[in-house]
Nanobody, 119 residues
């Protein structure tokens, strides 16, 4: 089962930017999507953005135009550039692999990285 290590979370003021990094290990199929998910306190985990093996992307409506997902040069690495952060972006961010829609994943959930946006 694939495993992931996320990093880059921090505390920022509204309007600020962060870049999250994720490194995956284990058996990850090249055609599958790598995705970023987040979970805010008291809420369900949700897809933020995903990128497929051939580069197609999918973004949650709430982050379109502000966040950009892209793959790194190293195998199974993925980044999330987050601009114009809002307090509602506060959450623990995780990455995983599965479908581009984010409806199914097959990796283990890591510890995530905390993003806190203050108003």
């Amino acid at each position: 089962q694939p495993q992931f290590v996320e990093s880059g979370g921090d505390w920022v003021q509204a309007g600020g930017s962060l870049r999250l990094s994720c490194a995956g290990s284990g058996k990850i199929y090249g055609e599958d999507a790598l995705g970023w998910y987040r979970q805010a306190p008291g809420k369900q985990r949700e897809l933020v953005a995903a990128i497929s093996g051939n580069g197609n992307t999918n973004y949650a409506d709430t982050v379109k135009g502000r966040f950009t997902i892209y793959k790194g040069n190293a195998k199974n690495t993925v980044y999330l550039q987050m601009n114009d952060l809002k307090p509602e972006d506060t959450a623990v961010y995780y990455c995983n692999t599965g479908t581009l829609s984010g409806s199914w994943v097959y990796g283990s959930w890591g510890q995530g990285t905390q993003v806190t946006v203050s108003s």
